[in-house]
């Protein structure tokens, strides 16, 4: 991708022209009294100790949220026309997030399956009908998307963020006035916003440890530099084996993150720079025994599902038969992994009356999947033999381990692919905002969103192994006494699927904003947005062959390889979005809101190699442009003896085409629309001084329509309803405080698939933890997740298309497991 270099040196330059003209405003003067922005960045958490019943509670009446605001000084969270959940830094640790991704457990309305480890979980928002990965959930960082296109094959964007301490707060919008300002996400936006240095210089040291031998440290310090500058670093380092140990360390690497702050007269410009380099195991599905249609999930025979996985340091290092000749060699350790460096400016201003700001952010980045993926579900090996025999003739199977020792046919295996996947990424995004009040109390917005990005792609999907159904399984060989070799090295299926392909992708997107304050009690706003998106796609012709000429080793026949030709395929779309709300003042901290939107999604780049010619690409039936309606209203008020934020909502989609990649490399296409409704609900009630007790959830109905297949089906992968109980009860010891608290976590029952086949049943869970604070410079925490060893499943096996009974491959939650840590503050 060609970063355009006018976007770049426009939206720094206004940056840089007022810090020279605020230096020269100030030589041989004494510094004006500044005016301050609405406070956008809040505390940094650093030394937060003893906060009393109503600290709280004046913290959250006065708390400010940035995102799906118009302007860049925010709104108070209590006067926001829209849905919104927060979460400090201390709640987020308190919540114990096994990733990015799991801190959606905070989310009413979101249901985030993490338990695929750090990077690739699939999340599901309130009645938006997904498949897997998370095509309506866009990840910011600063105001401004880390890439700009929330999900493709092999990647959604909480695989693109890792969490540390340098993370003040967690805004995430759901609907919203989000359809009209920065990548447009008509479904839920979490914008991360990091700690900015301060007057009163901080710091703090973490160790950590836990379940699977966890080694990790968390460093941060952040002040002031000089004059009007300010700044922060931090990061971490981890190292750990996880709850499923395949034999090697499961998380490995680290990540670096610094901020550069300058106060201007009306405003400020921060300059931030992370870099992350991080190998993540991905987990996908284990054995499990299905009874009663899939209403009851068991313990595979042998198989630990809450700790066990297939993968071991017998298949760590695998070959890829790319080509006669060409063999290529990965390693699991890699995993799902982030290589990548952010750069972004984040800049805004009030001069003489216009409210400026501009974010920039760049992204280059390697999101490489180098990991196992479940096939056909496990069978004995006497029957796994007979199939061998019926298809390749013979009259014997014989099948060992790669030691030579014979392996009983009453051994249970299954087939499992080493798929290795590279993809570089690499984004530029702009959004620059002007805001002027051209009428008493009517502010009026005006800006443009700009993107260009890129995704270079290598995939070698297949490359099936026969393994043993056990953890840590064993690889295994199958002769017949024709010659033909079935499993070598416990290779027993070619790669598949081998595209090679380069896509680049823009979008340019100008919006209007107006807000209008009638009176003390009534505030409304609207917007438009028309956006224009082009994608250009290079794919690879591909053709199958022998790799090694010799009929007689099945294994690599019909390995998919390219020609070396290529296919060139465009599109472009355009599309319109709107928002309009209102807000109505109850009384100072109790309100009521209304919000109508529609928004709309893009085919991206996988939907053009999928289409495959040009002729399907121009096809708006085959590819159409899902269109997105939603309207809410809500109730939002927070006291002293309780908070409540309550919202209805209904959901229309139109038009959007679903993939579903087999086992076999054969792609499944399917188009439908969808309809919701629910409520979300966010409540506190806080009866006693230090003990606060929360519920938060959400009730949905939502289905399918508009495909004779589907409709009045569930929408796939989505509870009903979900609910969190969480009592926190804080001790205190003089100078020292005790805080316990704990969450009771109830996800209804699910479909895994469009057509309701396969059953996902409903699971609950309980965590603890405790942090103990020594006066303000030590903390000592320790959590524990699903202390109950709960058997949940969160998928199915999404490359079959039918449920089952019998023995299953389907991903659990992960069992119990406990961290430790303790703080060091200066």
């Not at 999340?123 to 401004?144: A, H, K, L, T, Y």
Request: aromatic share 10%.
């Amino acid at each position: 991708m060609r970063m355009p270099r006018t976007f770049l040196h426009s939206s720094i330059s206004l940056a840089i022209l007022t810090l020279a003209s605020q230096a020269h405003a100030q030589t041989d003067a004494a510094p004006a009294a500044q005016a301050q922005p609405a406070d956008t960045s809040g505390a940094s958490g650093v030394g937060q100790t003893g906060a009393t019943r109503a600290d709280a509670v004046q913290t959250e009446l006065q708390q400010v949220v940035v995102t799906g605001v118009a302007t860049s000084g925010g709104v108070r969270k209590l006067d926001s026309a829209f849905s919104i959940t927060t979460a400090t830094e201390e709640q987020l640790k308190q919540a114990a997030p096994s990733s990015t991704a799991d801190i959606l457990k905070l989310v009413p309305g979101v249901y985030a399956e993490a338990t695929g480890g750090q990077s690739g979980a699939n999340i599901e928002v309130r009645g938006f009908p997904s498949g897997s990965d998370s095509p309506f959930v866009s990840v910011q960082m600063m105001g401004n998307p880390i890439y700009p296109v929330p999900t493709l094959s092999f990647f959604e964007g909480s695989s693109a963020f890792r969490l540390d301490d340098t993370i003040e707060r967690v805004e995430v919008l759901r609907g919203g006035p989000s359809t009209i300002f920065s990548n447009g996400q008509p479904g839920a936006t979490m914008n991360f916003i990091l700690k900015k240095g301060t007057d009163t210089p901080e710091g703090s040291i973490r160790f950590s440890t836990g379940t699977g031998e966890l080694r990790r440290v968390d460093l941060f310090y952040g002040g002031k530099i000089a004059g009007d500058w300010y700044g922060t670093v931090g990061g971490f380092y981890r190292n750990t084996n996880g709850v499923r140990d395949a034999g090697f360390p499961a998380d490995k690497g680290g990540q670096l993150t610094a901020t550069l702050t300058r106060k201007l007269d009306g405003g400020e410009v921060t300059f931030y720079a992370r870099r992350t380099d991080d190998k993540n195991a991905f987990y996908t599905g284990v054995p499990l025994i299905s009874s009663n249609e899939g209403r009851t999930i068991g313990e595979f025979p042998g198989f630990d599902p809450l700790t066990g996985t297939l993968m071991s340091g017998e298949m760590r290092r695998f070959t890829v038969e790319a080509g006669p000749g060409r063999t290529l060699n990965y390693d699991l350790g890699d995993g799902r992994g982030l290589k990548a460096t952010v750069l972004g400016v984040d800049f805004a201003q009030t001069v003489s009356g216009w409210n400026v700001s501009n974010k920039f952010n760049y992204f280059d980045g390697d999101l490489n999947t180098i990991a196992m993926f479940t096939g056909n579900n496990p069978l004995a090996m006497g029957a796994y033999n007979a199939t061998a025999l019926a298809t390749h003739g013979g009259t014997r199977a014989t099948a060992t381990y790669l030691d030579g020792s014979p392996v009983s046919d009453s051994q249970q295996v299954v087939q499992a692919g080493l798929w290795a996947v590279e993809k570089q990424l690499q984004s530029f995004t702009d959004e620059i905002r002007v805001s002027r009040e051209w009428m008493k109390d009517n502010t009026v917005t005006i800006g443009g969103y700009f993107a260009n990005y890129s995704s270079d792609d290598v995939w070698y999907l297949g490359n099936s192994h026969l393994m043993t159904a056990v953890p840590n399984a064993r690889l295994i060989d199958v002769r017949l006494n024709n010659g033909v070799i079935v499993s070598n090295g416990g290779k027993e299926g070619p790669v598949n699927y081998a595209p090679v392909a380069s896509y680049d992708g823009s979008n340019t997107a100008l919006f209007i904003a107006n807000e209008w304050k009638i009176n003390e009690r009534i505030k409304i706003d609207g917007g438009i947005r028309r956006e224009r998106q082009k994608l250009d796609a290079t794919v690879s012709n591909l053709t199958t062959g022998d790799t090694d000429n010799n009929p007689l080793t099945v294994y690599n026949n019909g390995t998919s390889m390219p020609t070396g030709s290529n296919t060139a395929l465009t599109r472009t779309d355009s599309a319109n979005s709107f928002t309009i709300g209102g807000n109505y003042k109850l009384a100072r901290d109790a309100s009521i809101f209304a919000r109508a939107n529609t928004g709309h999604t893009f085919v991206a780049f996988d939907d053009l190699r999928n289409a495959g010619t040009q002729a399907q690409v121009n096809n708006r039936d085959f590819l159409p442009t899902p269109k997105i309606q939603q309207f809410e209203v809500g109730f939002k008020t927070a006291t002293q003896l309780y908070s409540a934020y309550i919202n209805y909502f209904q959901t229309k989609f139109d038009g959007i085409s679903f993939q579903q990649l087999l086992a076999d490399g054969t792609v499944l296409y399917s188009t439908s629309g969808s309809k919701g409704k629910g409520v979300e609900f966010e409540l506190a009630l806080r009866p006693l001084r230090d003990l606060t007790l929360t519920l938060t959830g959400n009730w949905q109905d939502s289905e399918y329509k508009d495909n004779p297949r589907t409709a009045g089906k569930d929408v796939q992968r989505q509870p009903q309803l979900q609910y969190r109980f969480t009592p926190s009860y804080r001790i205190p010891l003089g100078d020292n405080e005790l805080k316990l608290y704990g969450t009771y976590t109830y996800i209804g029952d699910r479909w895994a698939d469009q057509l309701n086949e396969q059953y996902l049943p409903s699971y609950k869970t309980v965590d603890l933890g405790a942090v103990f604070r020594l006066g303000e410079k030590i903390e000592l925490r320790v959590n524990g997740t699903n202390l109950s060893n709960e058997l949940g499943l969160t998928e199915g096996n999404s490359r079959l298309t039918t449920g089952g009974t019998g023995p299953i491959n389907a991903r659990p939650l992960f069992g119990r497991t406990w961290e430790a840590s303790v703080m060091y503050r200066f």
